[in-house]
């Protein structure tokens, strides 16, 4: 690795830290974390104009003319140009502002060491589908994909806190047929929670057979279900913005049944933020 890579790849130790954490508070999906491999590239473009003979030929033919040889433009400025790390217009926009009232705490956490939980990435990913690409089966599978991790997670934090290994909890959860499956989880889930509430004297609130949980059945689940084993695909903004916003009601109802384990961060549970427009930048 050259001196240069070095320099590179220290940069991106500490720069992705930062911009983690400020994403995940500000909730802005248009913020990603810099790569080695793809985030900085450069691309040299020639043009060569159609005369006006061209202009009626069909796609094949004009592809054809390249293997007569054609004139192209390479001058700077005049028909060819240079990109570097071309963003698009969409990316421009005005990022997320840190209230003043958040600022104290942020400049804290910058300090601590914290790593971004999967569960809340693919939150992002799945706000991230919704409002740039408009891909909202996606965003409904990323989005349920989200609660699986995040339960299993918990599950995980649990058992080790009972005494468990790690590597004995993840054979459990993967092993034993009382966990196989989402539903299943979650109803263990309720019991090693059930168990940690009593213990802590924190009230227990079970999250399979609530309102909560008919929700997530048939906003999240059922249409991750219809997208991932029926090819659905048609379906809505407001669908897919609100099998997001089950989602993260999801987790941060999880969260708050495990007192003194909480993850440093809680989810924002609303979705009134984000609306259907042309574009990311609005004027």
Not at 121 to 134: E, P, W
């Amino acid at each position: 690795m050259s001196q240069g890579d070095v320099v590179f790849s220290r940069v991106c130790d500490i720069l992705n830290p930062f911009l983690d954490k400020y994403r995940i508070l500000c909730e802005d999906y248009r913020v990603s974390r810099i790569s080695l491999e793809r985030n900085f590239y450069f691309a040299t473009c020639h043009t060569s104009p159609l005369e006006d003979s061209e202009r009626a030929l069909s796609t094949k033919a004009l592809f054809d003319t390249l293997h007569a040889g054609r004139v192209f433009r390479i001058v700077l400025g005049h028909g060819a140009g240079n990109i570097l790390r071309t963003n698009s217009y969409e990316l421009l926009g005005p990022r997320s502002p840190l209230d003043a009232s958040i600022q104290p705490f942020f400049r804290e956490f910058l300090n601590e060491d914290y790593s971004l939980p999967l569960s809340y990435d693919l939150i992002l990913d799945a706000i991230s589908c919704l409002q740039r690409t408009r891909d909202y089966r996606l965003a409904i599978v990323h989005a349920e994909t989200a609660v699986e991790v995040h339960n299993r997670a918990l599950l995980r934090r649990l058992m080790v806190h009972y005494g468990m290994a790690e590597s004995q909890a993840d054979t459990l959860i993967d092993d034993d047929r009382n966990y196989w499956g989402v539903k299943n989880k979650l109803r263990k889930l309720d019991e090693w929670n059930m168990r940690y509430c009593g213990e802590m004297g924190h009230a227990f609130t079970a999250l399979v057979g609530s309102s909560l949980y008919g929700r997530w059945e048939s906003e999240l689940y059922g249409r991750r279900n219809a997208a991932v084993h029926e090819g659905v695909s048609g379906f809505t903004y407001d669908e897919a913005s609100t099998a997001i916003g089950v989602a993260k009601e999801c987790i941060v109802m999880l969260e708050t049944r495990v007192p003194g384990m909480q993850n440093r961060i809680q989810l924002n549970v609303m979705m009134s933020g984000y609306r259907l427009n042309s574009g990311e930048v609005v004027f």
